[in-house]
């Protein structure tokens, strides 16, 4: 069974840093695209950042110039380093790849207040 451990959330004041950490246990997890979501309360759960099999990555509008990508394929592990947060950055975090993976991993938490 495909499992999908998020880490490294936390409390964090406006314009501090965290550094979040999915280890997937997925085949051939180095071939597949992968997506960090995130889910703020009553709001659905929308992608912030992708990056391909060749490390290419995009990001959304409201995340671009503050959040990178990457991802180590000998440790089937994505990362997400986010800069300069904000508290519309607040919100529970998951991994996963495309096609998306099922169960989802449990997410972490990011609270962004002062």
């Known amino acids: 069974q495909v499992q999908l451990v998020e880490s490294g959330g936390g409390l964090v004041q406006p314009g501090g840093s965290l550094r979040l950490s999915c280890v997937a246990s997925?085949?051939?997890?180095?071939?597949?695209?992968m997506d960090w979501y995130r889910q703020a309360p009553g709001k659905q759960r929308e992608v912030v950042a992708t990056?391909?099999?060749?490390?290419?990555?995009n990001y959304a509008e409201s995340v671009k110039g503050r959040f990178a990508i990457s991802r180590d394929d000998a440790k089937k592990t994505l990362y997400l380093q986010m800069n300069n947060l904000k508290p519309d950055d607040t919100a529970v975090y998951y991994c996963?790849?495309?096609?998306?993976?099922?169960?989802w991993g449990q997410g972490t938490q990011v609270t962004v207040s002062s």
């Open positions: 996963n790849s495309r096609p998306t993976q099922t169960p």
């Open positions: 997925i085949n051939a997890f180095r071939l597949f695209t």
């Open positions: 990056i391909n099999m060749h490390g290419l990555s």
